[in-house]
């Protein structure tokens, strides 16, 4: 594994008996997890190659099934891996659109700094910014063009104006 690789995505836990685990992919794809063949793993410290023997959907999120991992005991050891493909195979995001990944670190501009997206998460409809507050409080913000009006990932900076009491609810 000479080549540079790139978190395009995590494995949380496991699914099923067979050794499989529901993961999370950083794209706008939806298809994203089906182009997937060789990819590694890296938790603690260690990175292994693996290979994609089969992928599904469950709620929303992949369900990955790797060669070689066929119990939930193997696959308890991969929860929290990231998962990594080779820089070569990572994808543009299309005009407009971001990788997850690019909106990490952002600061996020309202009236005033509303504060930092920490990540982005689904949970099957629009994607939500995390952002931490400079108080410490998380805040969801859906990421919709009515909301996040612009986005300049070069200046890591997220503009917003965001529906009347949505600072207040959280």
């Known amino acids: 594994m000479d080549e540079e690789w790139v978190a ?9 008996k067979r050794g499989e685990l529901l993961g999370e992919l ?3 794809d939806p298809a994203r997890e089906e182009k997937l063949t060789d990819v590694a793993l890296e ?3 260690r990175r292994q190659a693996m290979r994609v023997e089969e992928v599904w959907r469950h709620d929303g999120r992949p369900v990955f099934k790797f060669e070689g991992i066929d119990s939930i005991s193997e696959a308890e050891k991969w929860e929290g891996a990231e998962l990594l493909v080779p820089a070569s195979e990572v994808e543009p995001p299309e ?4 990788s997850y990944r690019e909106l990490v670190g ?3 501009l309202g009236d005033r700094e509303v504060g930092v997206v920490m990540e982005v998460e689904e949970y099957g409809g629009a994607p939500l910014l995390k952002v931490e507050a400079a108080d410490g409080r998380e805040i ?4 919709a063009r009515s909301i996040c009006k612009e986005i300049d990932v070069a ?3 997220i503009r917003v104006e965001l529906p009347e009491g949505l600072l207040e609810q959280q």
Do not use: H, M, Q
Not at 95 to 98: H, I, L, P, V
Not at 140 to 143: D, G, K, V
């Open 95 to 98: 005009e407009g659109a971001y």
């Open 26 to 28: 950083d794209s706008s």
């Open 155 to 157: 200046s890591k900076t």
């Open 140 to 143: 969801l913000i859906p990421f």
């Open 43 to 45: 938790t603690d410290g």
């Open 106 to 108: 952002c600061r996020v």
């Open 8 to 16: 395009i995505g995590r494995l949380w836990r496991t699914r099923g």
